[in-house]
């Protein structure tokens, strides 16, 4: 017997005995599918779908062509007309149809999504038969979906979650936007105690609604999400109080602690804890459980964890701090000063509050500010914090905090008299010399204590392993060879007794201890083990978005795996405000799925997320907390391009370089001296040297571009230390190799660094060489802020030249040309101010002092609308000198207190000496005579590392003006004779020599008449 097949869900096709049928034209087919679904038509009811527009006796004539044709190609009589007015398909032959199968069958269609009615069919010119597929389409979909909830139905009576999920899923493959499936779901989730994945599918539902349709998941879906959440507080609660169950051996331990946080609550006595001990002694069981007991409400508790693998990165731990810091700050509406915003926010972009970039300036990186004013600026934000509720710091693993991580900690506690400031710390007790020093401080000013977590003795071990194992007769024997196997070790303790209990046996106790962590691992799925092998290379925990990156699973399957290890207290779960992240629930896990993976796996996995996390940069200061994890990756990956081109990143943000006049732009600043010595500076360099050193870059761009960052930076940096020649050499190469590559940006700011230095020599001739090539090149690639910056530079050339009228040209085209592009872009303001600071100096020159205060105050003020830091020390300085010299001395006294209050929070020589040596001469007439000593010793001390013979001439009229002052006052005469061993008439001559060399010294006449009129 003949069979016609057809197949009307999804891409239609008919079959006669399994040979596939093709229609002559669309119509035809059409007219055949409509008959399959119908039965019957008539014919005026086929005409009018696939004709309607055409004469009536024509669209007869293709109807009967058409039935002809179907006839034709099936060869034999499939439709026929048995009255005239009816079309039908003849019952006499057998005809199977998915439809039917779909419309009698429940269950046809669980198993494979059935597709689309007639998917991609389109007949031209039948308007209404294109109605009616989509009405069908509707029709079948509705029914589909209707019989989908009938299943779930049936499977969720009967408890088969599994099936039911599976029919959930299919649903929102059908309809993204069906929230019913989700709510399936996530209630099936919930009910097998797989929280996570309930509350990622949430997660999953809300971001599809808020990228398609702008909505958020409906009440009855939030509603499901709240009762999940709470569900697994209560659960992790549960979990809490079973492992407080297990606390064994620290009682003692933890009924201090508890005592100690009880004081530090009620009084001023509370003092810091160090647990220290070895890796698997019980030190974050300890913590974990007495912080479990405290209570969150009433103190600011934040916590963070020092890693190995960033032991040398400045700073680290404190991000993840200020990171609760700022959300703390937000969620309770406190106010804080701007300035400290801008300071913290430059160390840690985490803490940005306004989410905007900063917008401290500096002058052209003239000034850095000073570690001294970051801390300052953190230690007031914590006392204010603190005023509200008292402050507990949790650190684990403070072992690995770098030098500068724990300066910070220490000045904080140590700086915090009230008492409201306390921290706890992990600590493994083969520690290096830096935390004995830590330690010592601390105890010197009687703000910590220690505690000291010792191995399990014999006994201890017999009795922790009955409360473990309850069920196993623990007798001497099986005591002795657990003991002498964990040697009293909590977490191989641990290991041995659970491998005991999935065992049953015995027989491992000869076992090496890593054949007992080998155990651990036995029965785990193949796809969990790719997931360990994969998280074993995180040092901080991953996310599951990550995972979904490298492995390219969807993350519910993900979710799957991560439960499965979850269960086996391999993973665990780590929830901060922003994301939730999994970790290793012990570090030395993690190390066994490392180490036991190959060299080989371990270089492609860590290069290959080492390539994914660096999509993460968002160029801008953010940048730099990927940057330890980036050369982490990359370096063990054994890319040596990214790792060389992150290290130097890395060392660049952490460096700034001072003894430059001016910046572009209202640039962030780069602080960041940070305490880090120059030993370690030299380290840095010379670990990058080394990978340059490795690498062939002769003919290789992208790392000639980093040799040339590298150089530059060093160069920047020697200069700034006073290693000119050192420092000229390494600018003087980058000059060579941009030229080479035709690298104009650094051609440039080489070339701003060489006038910067001869400006501070007063090379006049060698400025004018660096600003006329600089304008070049500025012109002809039209960068119009450079040009604006060389006319400004161009100006104070002129002013060193005593062309004054030339140099107010210049500095008024600089103005114009900074006025246009801050109309445009802004950032530009601290230019602007800078050239009216020149055109003050002009006039300072000419001795119009009241004039040039006018210009000072008005560069003055553009920095303090403006909230700029940069170049405000400089400017007060100029316009006290100025004051000074018109015998203003109050207005003088002004003008430098706010210049040294600055200086102490800007890390700049520039004008250092000069702002010293006048408020030394005014402290002296005021009779202040300790004060004018202080300044005198901190003007010589400035001059002689600034080496600026202009600076250095004016700390002599200083040293003149008081030798005569003090020749008058035998007492005074002693008191200052140390540091004044010479006659005024020599420090007159030795001020007159030095300032002949710079032209236009209206000073050289005052040291003259101190001379000559005594």
């Not at 609550?265 to 069981?285: F, N, P």
């Not at 500025?778 to 802020?785: D, Q, R, S, V, Y």
């Amino acid at each position: 017997m003949e069979i016609i097949n057809v197949k009307l869900f999804d891409t239609p096709v008919v079959y006669k005995n399994n040979e596939r049928i093709y229609f002559p034209y669309k119509k035809s087919e059409a007219l055949f599918y409509y008959l399959v679904v119908n039965k019957q038509a008539t014919r005026e009811e086929l005409v009018n779908l696939f004709w309607g527009e055409t004469e009536e006796s024509t669209a007869k004539k293709n109807l009967r062509n058409a039935m002809y044709q179907i006839r034709k190609i099936f060869d034999m009589d499939i439709v026929i007309s048995p009255q005239k007015s009816v079309v039908i398909l003849n019952s006499k032959i057998k005809l199977e149809s998915d439809l039917d199968s779909f419309l009698n069958n429940e269950n046809i269609f669980l198993e494979n999504n059935y597709g689309e009615f007639l998917k991609g069919f389109i007949v031209k010119n039948s308007e209404a038969f294109g109605w009616w597929i989509s009405k069908k389409r509707q029709e079948y979909k509705d029914m589909y979906i209707y019989k989908l909830h009938n299943k779930i139905k049936y499977f969720l009576d009967k408890k088969e979650y599994d099936n039911a999920q599976k029919i959930a899923k299919i649903l929102i493959s059908e309809d993204e936007f069906d929230e019913r499936a989700y709510r399936i779901i996530m209630d099936i989730y919930c009910k097998q105690g797989f929280f996570n994945k309930a509350i990622d599918t949430y997660n999953k539902l809300s971001e599809v609604l808020k990228n398609e349709l702008e909505v958020t998941p409906d009440i009855k879906t939030k509603e499901i999400y709240d009762q999940i959440i709470n569900m697994k507080s209560t659960k992790q609660e549960e979990n809490k109080n079973n492992n407080e169950d297990l606390f064994f051996g620290r009682e003692k331990e933890l009924k201090f602690l508890k005592y100690n946080y009880n004081k530090f609550l009620t009084s001023k006595e509370g003092k810091s804890v160090l647990i220290i001990g070895e890796a698997g002694i019980g030190k974050s069981k300890l913590k974990d459980i007495f912080i479990n007991n405290v209570n969150k409400k009433e103190i600011y508790l934040i916590d963070a964890i020092c890693y190995q693998a960033e032991e040398n990165y400045i700073l680290k731990p404190w991000n993840s701090i200020f990171f609760t810091l700022s959300n703390i700050i937000k969620k309770e509406k406190i106010n804080i000063p701007i300035l400290w915003k801008e300071l913290i926010s430059h160390v840690f972009p985490v803490f940005n509050l306004e989410d905007k970039n900063i917008n401290i300036n500096t002058i052209e990186n003239i000034d850095s500010l000073k570690y001294q004013s970051i801390e300052n600026a953190i230690i007031s934000l914590f006392k204010n914090l603190a005023q509200r509720k008292k402050i507990l710091l949790v650190f684990d693993d403070i072992q690995w905090m770098d030098k500068t991580s724990l300066s910070l900690l220490q000045s904080l506690i140590i700086d915090d008299k009230e008492n409201n400031i306390i921290f706890i710390g992990n600590l493994r007790n083969s520690y290096e010399h830096k935390i004995d020093k830590f330690i010592a401080l601390m105890a010197k000013f009687n703000k910590i204590e220690k505690i000291k977590l010792n191995r399990f003795n014999k006994k201890e071990v017999e009795e922790f392993s009955k409360l473990l194992l309850p069920e196993y007769e623990i007798n001497n024997f099986l005591s002795e060879k657990i003991y002498k196997e964990s040697e009293g070790n909590i977490f191989f303790l641990i290991e041995i007794l659970n491998t005991l209990k999935n065992q049953g046996n015995i027989n491992f106790m000869s076992s090496k201890i890593q054949d007992i962590l080998k155990s651990r691992f036995i029965d785990i799925s193949d796809d969990a083990r790719k997931i360990l092998n994969i998280a074993s290379l995180f040092f901080e925990g991953f996310t599951i978005n990550i995972l979904k990156l490298i492995i390219g699973k969807d993350e519910l399957d993900i979710m799957d795996i991560i439960e499965e290890l979850e269960n086996k207290f391999i993973i665990k779960e780590i929830i901060s405000e922003d994301e939730i992240k999994f970790t290793f629930t012990h570090q030395k896990l993690r190390e066994y799925i490392y180490m036991n993976q190959s060299a080989a796996r371990r270089k492609i996995l860590h290069n290959k997320i080492g390539l994914i996390l660096e999509k993460s940069l968002k160029n801008d200061t953010s940048d730099r907390i990927m940057y330890s994890k980036l050369i982490y990756h990359f370096s063990n990956g054994g890319n040596k391009i990214k790792n060389l081109e992150y290290t130097i990143k890395n060392i660049k943000s952490y460096l700034d370089f001072t003894h430059e006049l001016f910046p572009i732009e209202n640039k962030e600043i780069s602080i960041n001296n940070l305490h880090i010595n120059e030993e370690d500076i030299q380290k840095h360099f010379e670990n990058i040297e080394q990978i340059l050193n490795s690498i062939d870059y002769k003919h290789d761009s992208e790392i000639i571009n980093l040799y040339i960052l590298f150089f530059y930076m060093k160069g920047r940096y020697l200069i700034r230390e006073g290693e000119y020649e050192k420092g000229i050499y390494c600018i003087q190469d980058v000059i060579r190799k941009s030229i080479n590559i035709k690298n104009y940006n650094y051609i440039l700011e080489c070339y701003k660094q060489m006038i910067y230095y001869c400006i501070q020599t007063y090379n006049l001739d060698m400025i004018d060489k660096y600003i006329n090539e600089s304008l070049i090149i500025a012109k002809e690639k039209n960068i119009k802020h450079e040009v604006g910056i060389l006319f400004r530079l161009k100006g104070l050339s002129c002013i060193m030249s005593c062309e004054y009228e030339k140099a107010q040209e210049f500095l008024n085209e600089s103005i114009n040309i900074f006025n246009s592009i801050n109309k445009i872009y802004g950032n530009y303001s601290l230019n602007i101010a800078a050239a009216y600071n020149y055109i003050g100096e002009i006039n300072r020159r000419k001795k119009n002092f009241l004039d040039s205060i006018k210009y000072y105050d008005k560069a003055i003020s553009i920095c303090e609308n403006e909230k700029i830091i940069g170049g405000l020390s400089l400017f007060n300085t100029n316009a006290a000198q100025a004051s000074f010299d018109m015998k203003e001395y109050k207005l003088a006294k002004k003008y430098l207190k706010k210049a040294i209050d600055l200086y102490k929070e800007i890390d700049s020589l520039w004008g250092r000496s000069i702002c010293n040596g006048y408020m030394s001469i005014v402290s002296l007439i005021e009779n202040n005579y300790k004060d004018s000593l202080y300044y005198l010793k901190e003007a010589q001390k400035y001059s002689k590392k600034l080496k600026s013979p202009y600076e250095q001439g004016i700390v002599c009229r200083v040293e003149a003006q008081i030798k005569i002052e003090i020749s008058k006052n035998e007492k005074l005469h002693n008191m200052f004779s140390e540091y004044l061993p010479l006659t005024y008439e020599d420090y007159c001559d030795k001020g007159i020599e030095l300032l002949k060399r710079i032209n236009g010294c209206y000073e050289i006449e005052i040291l003259k008449n101190l001379k000559t009129n005594l």
